[in-house]
């Protein structure tokens, strides 16, 4: 017996489940590389071989008949068929016949090492190539579970052997070769009750068949959830940052940010109405002199839309009458070599996208002078937001004159507004983007009008000047503290890896 009480008790399920799931391959080997001393490694293809899967032409798939397992038809562990391809039944096809219990492998690709368990009720199922298939040469030697705890350490080595490649592959024969401790059944048994137990969280105060081997796992697994838990915390603190973002561009936006000055003050300065029928009167003579088109009159603003108090000399307006806001377009047809590859940028979405920060200082498409017809020609520090997919509600002020496709929309005519001002409002806006959007919609797609119609707080443009100025020091703030958890981030995943590492190099 082992002495005092090994009862483990110190984590929350969900999270020692996790943490055990990605740990496990590397115990099992740890298990192998101990048990070596009494029983000596030897090839995986003396006792299990890697039975490879039959490569089906794609112009022979059916719609109906035995289904064909690929990599994208299993995950989780799970098999599913709602999405697979159909072959027709062929006797000479028997060898790749997949059945209840069997487990299978990825070969290639990005989720290199995956496992796949075959359940119950799925009938018969061929299994594809670059699928391997763990076949047993004597079930007598095997206990069925144990089988599947090989394959979890099997797992752990091909994810470490393939890791870097560009598109990583292992071939059965490379499997095949691995070296493993084969206990006798009865330790099997003892091992996968361990491994059970210790999944669980129950461990029992006993020996399963190993003291020193169970501790030194017990050790891993308990150091890894306090490295998962860790870094838990780092993400929920991740999460606190941008609420805290969220939160000085909301107050940003009521006017929270600014000092508090005298009504006496506020009188000898420009007021936010002021600006906006300024703004309006320019607007009007552009229209006028056929400079920015004419738009459809935009509807008055009720008490129930007015989200929350403003400043007295802040007005409420909506952007559209403050700004001409416009979509781009695309030369048709895409790739033309008469429209593409010129001179003169051609933005699209990815472009404003995938990055922080408020400008746009570099484009990767480019289209010709006869383009420029089937597009938009906009000048340097255009304001702009993207407007359609999953990214949508993204703002950028792009530093050079370029042209950009129709899923970005710009701003015109804003040039008595602080732009730095109506990017941080567009930023802030971006949640309300996306749900209007996505409203009654399968793809979100935010129109002009959409846009246009969004209720804005307009400040006095000192007042915008000041703003800009606080809410950039706040946002550094956030960026420095964002960048120092990252790096505990950082630096806590590569401590787990080398804990794994150690472990597994004995």
């Avoid at 800009?468 to 890896?497: H, I, M, P, R, T």
């Amino acid at each position: 017996m082992a002495k005092g009480n090994r009862t483990i008790n110190l984590y929350k399920d969900d999270v020692w489940k996790s943490v055990f799931f990605e740990s496990v391959g590397t115990y099992v080997n740890v298990i192998n590389n101990e048990l070596s001393q009494e029983y000596p490694l030897e090839p995986l293809s003396d006792y299990i071989k890697i039975g490879g899967g039959y490569a089906f032409k794609t112009s022979e798939y059916k719609k109906s008949g035995i289904p064909i397992i690929r990599i994208s038809d299993f995950n989780n562990e799970q098999i599913d068929i709602s999405n697979c391809v159909y072959y027709d039944e062929d006797v000479s096809l028997s060898k790749y016949e997949l059945k209840e219990n069997d487990i299978i492998i990825c070969l290639t690709g990005g989720t290199i090492a995956k496992l796949g368990i075959v359940q119950a009720g799925l009938g018969k199922l061929y299994m594809n190539q670059r699928v391997g298939r763990f076949d047993i040469l004597d079930n007598s030697k095997f206990e069925k579970e144990y089988v599947y705890w090989i394959a979890r350490s099997v797992q752990s080595i091909i994810k470490n052997l393939a890791w870097g490649a560009a598109i990583p592959n292992v071939s059965p024969k490379q499997i095949e070769k691995l070296q493993f401790s084969f206990p006798p059944i009865e330790v099997q048994r003892q091992i996968i009750e361990f491994l059970n137990d210790l999944k669980n969280n129950t461990i029992q105060n006993k020996v399963y068949f190993n003291e020193s081997i169970e501790r030194h796992i017990i050790e891993l697994q308990n150091n890894n959830v306090a490295l998962k838990d860790v870094n838990s915390e780092l993400t929920h603190q991740l999460d606190l940052i941008k609420q805290l973002r969220q939160a000085f561009l909301r107050e940003a936006m009521q006017g929270k940010l600014l000092t508090p000055v005298t009504s006496s003050g506020v009188e000898k300065q420009e007021t936010g109405h002021d600006l906006l029928a300024k703004i309006k009167a320019e607007k009007a003579q552009l229209i006028a002199e056929k400079k920015l088109k004419k738009e459809k009159e935009l509807p008055s603003i009720t008490k129930d839309e007015i989200p929350f108090e403003i400043p007295e000399h802040w007005a409420w307006c909506r952007l559209g009458e403050i700004s001409s806001i416009v979509r781009g377009g695309s030369p048709r047809p895409a790739g033309d070599p008469k429209y593409y590859d010129g001179d003169i940028p051609f933005l699209k979405v990815g472009d404003l996208t995938g990055y922080e920060g408020k400008y746009c200082n570099t484009y990767t498409h480019t289209i010709k002078k006869e383009g420029l017809y089937k597009t938009r020609y906009v000048e340097a520090n255009t304001l702009m937001l993207t407007n359609s997919g999953a990214t949508l509600g993204v703002p950028r002020i792009c530093t050079f004159p370029t042209t950009f496709n129709d899923g970005i929309a710009a701003f015109l005519g804003i040039d008595n507004l602080n732009k730095e001002f109506l990017f941080y409002f567009l930023r802030e806006k971006s949640d309300y983007f996306l749900k209007e959007a996505s409203r009654g919609q399968g793809q979100p797609n935010l129109n002009t009008d959409i846009i246009g119609s969004t209720l804005i707080p307009l400040p006095p443009l000192h007042e915008q000047e000041q703003i800009v100025a606080k809410l950039e020091e706040l946002l550094a703030f956030c960026d420095g503290l964002e960048q120092s958890v990252k790096e505990s981030q950082g630096y806590n995943e590569k401590l787990l890896q080398q804990v794994l590492r150690e472990a597994l190099q004995g």
